[in-house]
């Protein structure tokens, strides 16, 4: 009797994983489609490259996790490959996504300026030193590991 419920169980459960991969393989598929799509259009009207090269690299995020969603469905001994490609390619995104940033600004230099014009106005941000001008502190305990940080130049290297 314990076989025929470990049988019926299994027999669930790979019907259900094989209801999964299907249901996940029709929405990756749609995904993929559409930002494919998304992409080629932007690469269609390639008429600001400074900010759209950054923006493609993210929107590859779509096909990279739709793709590795399926393959660790479908094949399960490959999750901790595609898990590591995964984190790899989104650090590469976040990495993109700043640049984009920098990008819409108008550049790293126009950056450094904007960042050096709003630290010299007087801003009542909590976080920043009201000692010391163009200086953001950090919340406490931060501020006990971390030393303040002067707004231009030097922050936008740090934080890039």
């Not at 493609?56 to 995020?61: D, R, S």
């Not at 996790?65 to 660790?72: M, N, R, T, W």
């Not at 479908?74 to 790899?88: A, G, K, Q, V």
């Not at 976080?127 to 303040?148: D, E, S, Y």
């Amino acid at each position: 009797m314990e076989s025929f419920l470990i049988t019926t169980a299994g027999e669930k459960s790979t019907n259900l994983h094989t209801w999964a991969l299907f249901i996940g393989g029709i929405s990756a598929l749609i995904a993929l489609l559409l930002s494919t799509l998304l992409i080629l259009q932007h690469l269609r009207a390639y008429n600001n490259p400074a900010e759209q090269k950054w923006i493609v690299g993210v929107l590859f995020m779509v096909p990279v996790y739709a793709s590795e969603s399926v393959l660790s469905l479908w094949y399960p001994r490959f999750s901790m490959e595609c898990d590591i490609l995964r984190n790899c390619y989104e650090a590469f995104a976040l990495y993109s996504f700043g640049n984009y940033l920098v990008a819409c600004l108008g550049g790293e230099d126009r950056t450094i300026e904007y960042l050096k014009s709003q630290s010299s106005k007087e801003l009542n941000a909590p976080l920043l030193n009201q000692n010391k001008k163009n200086v953001v502190g950090h919340p406490f305990p931060l501020n006990l590991i971390i030393r303040p940080w002067d707004l231009g130049q030097e922050f936008y290297r740090v934080s890039k």
